[in-house]
């Protein structure tokens, strides 16, 4: 009787614990989240979604497209994180590359980690596949523009109230001759953040 009672007693512990466990609830995707106060996903597609606007609507970018024989290349440089907090700065730069490159106005060639996995199995071929079949070396496409930038935030605090203020800048420029072909800055970002007051 007493093992039953123990084995009852046992399972009754492991189905409260599971029924304190997370609760999760799907929500669509372009819904607006703010729990923390911190960067988030809507932060990114308003920040990108005005940055694209402003490249793909420069007079500057269409001179240097027109200037260039075919479609000017771009490759993609460094998105720096210069907050104080933990920002996944890919995610900017991989959305500005797919929406500007589905827009037909620019090209992009890899970089980074994805040439250096391309040039490796470049170097493989040459030893392991067939003459005929192996990727010639030597073949990269260079390219025309570096696309780069930058988040940084402000933080303005006093008691339990906290302001921040994200400035994102993103800048296209010409590898030939360090001239840049186009800047923009997003500063829409702004977040007043109430914590409750600590109680005595």
């Known amino acids: 009787m007493k093992k039953i009672?123990?084995?009852?007693?046992?399972?009754?512990?492991?189905?409260?614990?599971?029924a304190s466990g997370p609760s999760v609830s799907r929500v669509d995707a372009s819904t607006q989240t703010d729990l923390s106060g911190y960067w988030n996903d809507t932060d990114v597609k308003i920040?990108?979604?005005?940055?694209?606007?402003?490249?793909l609507s420069s007079a500057r970018v269409d001179q240097a497209i027109k200037a260039k024989r075919g479609t000017p290349k771009v490759i993609i440089g460094r998105f720096k994180n210069e907050s104080s907090e933990h920002i996944d700065t890919s995610i900017i730069s991989s959305i500005m590359e797919t929406?500007?490159?589905n827009s037909g106005k620019l090209d992009f060639v890899a970089g980074g980690a994805t040439r250096d996995e391309l040039r490796a199995e470049r170097q493989d071929q040459q030893a392991n596949a067939?003459?005929?079949?192996?990727?010639a070396l030597g073949n990269e496409?260079?390219?025309d523009f570096m696309l780069t930038g930058s988040v940084k935030a402000i933080v303005d605090k006093a008691g339990n109230e906290t302001v921040r203020t994200y400035f994102v800048t993103a800048e296209m420029s010409d590898i030939e001759t360090n001239s840049r072909m186009w800047m923009g800055q997003n500063s829409e970002?702004?977040?007043?953040?109430?914590?409750?007051k600590n109680k005595l």
């Open 189 to 196: 970002i702004k977040k007043i953040v109430v914590r409750p």
């Open 141 to 143: 496409t260079g390219a």
């Open 99 to 101: 929406t500007i490159f």
């Open 47 to 55: 920040v990108c979604e005005a940055l694209i606007k402003d490249c």
């Open 5 to 18: 009672l123990c084995l009852m007693a046992a399972v009754l512990f492991i189905l409260s614990a599971c």
């Open 130 to 135: 067939s003459e005929a079949s192996a990727a």
